[in-house]
């Protein structure tokens, strides 16, 4: 498995409020409504600087805040392949783990916005092809892949009844 596309980089903090505002969140539940309006309140144009596959990059604690599953959710319809992030909120990851979300711990300051990175998740390792360096990261167990790969966990247990590795 390969990934594929442009960094969009935010710092610490960014909170799911920032990632989907309550002023729509609560408007709607067409998830592809949502996407439209990600990390608005933070870049009033990002939605129309993404491109299929790209992926938004960040600093520490990113998805603090409330417990929804709109902000992970919100992200997954906007097309972004992964979110790279020094560390993310606990709900947030397991959230996103829940729908189908990569999340890809690693050090984010080698990577500047704009910047064309390929990810190999089972390897743990980021190319930034723009700088030409290579940034590990601990590489994503099968199981996990697997459960990203169906959808999330709840398309996996759909799918295969429960946990099937």
């Not at 390969?2 to 409020?17: R, S």
């Not at 709900?91 to 300051?109: C, H």
């Not at 930034?128 to 099968?142: A, H, Q, R, S």
């Amino acid at each position: 498995m390969e990934l594929k596309g442009k960094a969009h980089k935010f710092g610490d903090d960014i909170n799911t409020d920032y990632i989907i505002s309550g002023r729509y969140k609560f408007k709607t539940l067409d998830m592809n409504e949502l996407a439209k309006h990600i990390m608005e309140d933070l870049d009033p144009d990002f939605y129309s600087k993404l491109n299929p596959g790209d992926f938004i990059v960040a600093g520490k604690n990113f998805g603090c805040g409330s417990s929804r599953e709109q902000a992970p959710l919100a992200i997954k319809h906007a097309n972004v392949s992964a979110v790279i992030a020094k560390s993310f909120a606990r709900i947030f990851f397991r959230n996103s783990v829940n729908v189908g979300l990569m999340l890809i711990e690693a050090d984010t300051d080698l990577i500047d916005d704009g910047d064309e990175l390929v990810i190999l998740p089972k390897e743990g390792l980021i190319k930034n092809v723009t700088k030409g360096i290579d940034i590990p990261f601990k590489p994503l167990p099968d199981f996990m892949i697997k459960i990203l790969s169906d959808g999330g966990l709840v398309e996996h247990f759909k799918k295969h009844g429960g946990y099937s590795f």
